[in-house]
Every structure is written in structure tokens, then in C-alpha cells.
């Protein structure tokens, strides 16, 4: 693990040298501007404009004529299909406190992954997403067989009524942007972070949302959440935002529609606590240079043996040049677990994305370290 951490921070430094260009995905294609316009550094995180874009539909303004359009259309025509294409090598090394003392144990694998995406409006009205990640990858560490897995979906219908009434049917991730993504959410099976506690899994429903003329959006969901667990969800929201600050208050109450037998012989990955109720309060901070984001998490489970959950998930975002980012992650909780994450991710060369991920995990009965080093091809 020493050697690789020496890898990753000479990696770094390298990258920060190469000359800078613009990417080239769906939409900065179809619009003929870099990722910055919309990201903070790189996707995912959204900043203001690209959150008002998604909300419009895929659309900077309800006038435009977007990817859709055009490719259905005799207009220029850009393929409204977008794709990152790599490889992620991850070496994990997990230290447990058993009966006969420290136990230590090294791992390393290297999974390609796919991520598809097509989006853009259809008409004024109407727009589509449809986007999914896979990976070659064993289903668990005691499988040493690789398999082609799914590992998240977004697949949504949207229908607007100017940019005030939004409403949208279909696989969904009705959360702040800024709640996913966290850098800690890779080791399920060791640890589960505060935002993850929150169970941020697709959600096979619906949502509509009214945004009002002072910054506040008020949003309702309901549906299935997850796609192995059918749990029944119902989800209410209320964000404020402005140039500076984004504020949410998330109120979640899961019902669970399998017995408790069923979810006896679910793994901690599942994240399966039965009929409980989250409450969620993410707060970003845009301080001109940098992001401060500061996520609260309380659970209220009357089936939890040891009580009631809080916990908390802070990230810093720095933004390097146009096409990069560096992201420190910080997480506790009241059970005595800390999460730790250092990432970094750059897209270069017009083409090509980079990410590497150091997580150091801290439990009552394990310690967990895990490099990771992921390239794409970008389209």
C-alpha cells in the first residue's frame, strides 16, 4: 500500500502538468463548450447553471433546440449518446480484531467498467435520460468468477411546465448532487457511511417538484426503492438555493415489504434496517475557490437493537484550472466509525478521464485502506 500511495501522489503531480483541454460529451458537444460550464472541475458534481439545465430538461433555456431535437430532426445532427469506457485497478488491504488478535488481508482486482448515457430534450415539453454503469466484476470478494453487473441506473421520463412545475416517472435519484458520489460508498460490505445510511438507491417511481420565485423547490417522491430490495418509499423535500448556498431538509420513511425473516438473511450491503425513517440535511457552501459541503443523517428505527442513528459526511470540493477537481471526505457517526476520502479526477487530452480514490476506514473491529485508480475513454 506504501508503494501505491507514492504512485497516486506522483500521478497526481504529473497530471497536473499536462496541458488542459476542453471534454467533448453529449452536451458539450451539442453546445460547443467544456464540462466546467455545468460541473464543479469534472462530472459528476453540478454546479448552479448545471443544475438549472437538468431541471430545464436537458435544456439552457426552454427555447433551445437540443441533442434530441436535432438528431430527430434535419438539422445538424448530433448522436445523443455519450459513453465512458476504462478500467479501475483497487488494491484493499483490511485489518480485523478477531479472538486470536490482528488479522490482515490484501486484495487487489482490476474491473473494466461501461457507462452509457443518452439525454436531451424532445420538445419543448418533453425530455429524456437514460444511463446506467456496469462492470466485469466478481459479485463478492468470496467469488473469485468475474461477472458483467449493473451497478447503478437512471432511466427517467421528464415532463415541464416551464422551468416552475417539473415532474418526472421512471428510475430516479431524487437527491442533492452533492450527496452522491461520496468516495466512501465503494466498500459496502465493510462500512456504511452516513449518506449511504440515508439508503441512496434508485428510486422505480415518481417525483414532481414547484420551485418558486424566491430559491426554494418543494419536491415529493414516491415508489420502489432499490432494485433487489422493494422497499416502498415516500420522500419529501425542501431546498433552498442561491449563488453562495444550497440547503435541503430530506424526510424519507421506508416501509419494508418483505418479512423479517427475508431481510434476516440480507448482508450489511444491503443496507436493510426495515420500516425506519431518515431525515437527511445537506448544506453546500460555494466559497468562490472551493465547495464546502456538510451532510447531517439521522435515522429513527425502533428495530435497532443499539438505538437510533446520527451521523455526518463533510467534503470539500476544489476545482483545479477547467477539467479537474480534488475532493477531501470526512465522515462519523455516533456508533464510533470515521471514513476518510481523498480523490482526485481529471479529464485530459480532450478524451480521457483519470480518477484515483484513497479511502482509510475506521470501525469498532476493522480498519480498511483501499487505492484505487480508474481510466476512461471519454465520448
Not at 18 to 26: H, K, P, R, S, V
Not at 241 to 248: C, E, I, M, T
Not at 291 to 319: H, M
Request: net charge negative; proline share 4%; glycine share 6%.
Amino acid at each position: 500500500m506504501q508503494k501505491n500511495k507514492k504512485i497516486f501522489v506522483a500521478l497526481v503531480f504529473l497530471l497536473l502538468s499536462f496541458e488542459l483541454a476542453n471534454a467533448t460529451t453529449i452536451f458539450a458537444r451539442q453546445y460547443n463548450t467544456n464540462c466546467n460550464t455545468c460541473h464543479i472541475g469534472v462530472p459528476p458534481t453540478l454546479n448552479s447553471t448545471g443544475e438549472d439545465f437538468l431541471r430545464n430538461g436537458m435544456r439552457f433555456s426552454q427555447n433551445d433546440k437540443t441533442t434530441l431535437q436535432r438528431f430527430l430532426s434535419d438539422e445538424d445532427k448530433v448522436l445523443p449518446i455519450g459513453f465512458f469506457l476504462g478500467v479501475v485497478n483497487k488494491n484493499a488491504t483490511v485489518t480485523a480484531q478477531t479472538p486470536k488478535g490482528k488479522m490482515t488481508q490484501e486484495n487487489e482486482a482490476t474491473n473494466p467498467t461501461l457507462t452509457l448515457i443518452s439525454a436531451g430534450s424532445i420538445n419543448e415539453n418533453f425530455s429524456a435520460f437514460v444511463g446506467a454503469r456496469f462492470a466485469y466484476a466478481q459479485p463478492n470478494p468470496n467469488i473469485e468468477q468475474k461477472e458483467l453487473r449493473r451497478l447503478r441506473e437512471k432511466v427517467y421520463i421528464q415532463y415541464n411546465q416551464g422551468p416552475t412545475h417539473v415532474t418526472r416517472a421512471g428510475i430516479l435519484l431524487p437527491y442533492p448532487d452533492a450527496s452522491e458520489n461520496s468516495g466512501l460508498s465503494d466498500n459496502p460490505d465493510l462500512y456504511i457511511s452516513p449518506v449511504d445510511r440515508a439508503n441512496l438507491k434508485p428510486l422505480y417511481g415518481a417525483e414532481y417538484s414547484y420551485m418558486t420565485k424566491n430559491g426554494f423547490t418543494l419536491l415529493v417522491a414516491a415508489g420502489v426503492q432499490g432494485r433487489a430490495n422493494n422497499e416502498r418509499s415516500v420522500m419529501g423535500e425542501i431546498n433552498y438555493d442561491n449563488d453562495a448556498l444550497n440547503g435541503s431538509i430530506i424526510i424519507n420513511n421506508f416501509t419494508a415489504t418483505k418479512s423479517e425473516s427475508q431481510m434476516q438473511n440480507y448482508t450489511q450491503s444491503d443496507i436493510i434496517l426495515g420500516e425506519r425513517l431518515n431525515i437527511m440535511t445537506p448544506l453546500e457552501v460555494n466559497l468562490k475557490y472551493f465547495y464546502l459541503n456538510l451532510t447531517g443523517v439521522y435515522e429513527k428505527n425502533d428495530k435497532v437493537l443499539d438505538g437510533d442513528y446520527y451521523g455526518f459526511e463533510s467534503t470539500l470540493t476544489v476545482p483545479i484550472f477547467e477539467t479537474a477537481n480534488i475532493r477531501f471526505i470526512y465522515t462519523d457517526d455516533n456508533k464510533d466509525e470515521q471514513g476518510y476520502a481523498l480523490k482526485y479526477s481529471h479529464i485530459f487530452y480532450e478524451n480521457f478521464f483519470f480518477n484515483a480514490n484513497y479511502v482509510k476506514i475506521q470501525t469498532q473491529t476493522k480498519e480498511f485502506d483501499s487505492l484505487a485508480f480508474g481510466l476512461s475513454l471519454v465520448y
